[in-house]
């Protein structure tokens, strides 16, 4: 079945560090790719998506491209803020569901 | 986009009880649904709630331990009964959205049984 695998945080950032967060998964086709972010007390939020290979998803200074040949789909941000503290989802979907498919998910932390 | 509210935010309760929550959306939906994130876990999905038929549960998860209400089509309740510390979680509820795929996601409830 498909699935996402994400790398394990804490991820722990001095403000203005670049980010990465590994995102790779497992899909039948090609699935749409997203990042939800989840601020502390709040619910999940669509960040940034990308529907077919070699699309650039972009937000908030975020950036994540769909590598079909590696089958990632890595979050970036070149200068990150301490309002970016939070917990980031990587998410999949493919086939006729309407649901996707959610990674375990990973906190930044972000010192000023 | 959508607004969703939950209720109520956060909740301590005793095992042995039921706490219902409630969820409701500013615009009519036709699909809701229940999500449960347990701690450093990620999103599982309980039950999608549609308007005028029973809810569709996932694999793991009864309709007598989480009943679900979906009266129209801006609101619905999720039930967690006969709680035990195990179902210390966050209950999250969310609805479809224009792009496939795609979800909004209400605030939450936080619960700890006790």
């Known amino acids: 079945g498909d699935s996402v695998t994400q790398m394990e945080g804490p991820v722990t950032l001095s403000e203005e560090a670049f980010l990465t967060i590994n995102c790779t998964y497992t899909?039948?086709?090609?699935?749409?790719l997203f990042w939800y972010v989840q601020y502390p007390g709040e619910g999940l939020q669509l960040l940034l998506k990308a529907t077919k290979a070699d699309d650039k998803g972009s937000n908030k200074g975020f950036e994540a491209t769909y590598r079909k040949e590696t089958t990632s789909f890595h979050l970036e941000k070149g200068s990150v803020q301490v309002s970016d503290s939070a917990v980031y989802f990587c998410a999949l979907g493919s086939g006729g569901s309407y649901i996707p498919t959610f990674g375990r998910g990973t906190s930044l932390i972000v010192h000023p | 986009s959508a607004v969703i509210s939950q209720k109520p935010s956060r909740d301590i309760c005793q095992r042995g009880t039921s706490l219902t929550i409630q969820c409701q959306v500013d615009?009519?939906?036709?699909?809701m649904f229940w999500y449960r994130q347990q701690p450093g876990q990620s999103l599982t999905l309980i039950a999608t709630?549609?308007?005028?038929?029973?809810?569709?549960?996932e694999s793991g998860f009864v309709i007598d331990k989480f009943p679900i209400s979906r009266p129209n089509l801006t609101f619905s309740t999720l039930t967690v009964s006969n709680m035990s510390p195990e179902d210390s979680s966050i209950y999250l509820c969310?609805?479809?959205?224009?792009?496939?795929?795609?979800?909004?996601f209400g605030p939450g409830t936080r619960l700890t049984v006790t």
């Open positions: 709630a549609n308007q005028g038929s029973e809810a569709t549960y």
């Open positions: 899909a039948t086709g090609y699935p749409s």
């Open positions: 969310s609805v479809e959205t224009e792009g496939l795929y795609e979800q909004y």
């Open positions: 615009s009519q939906v036709t699909m």
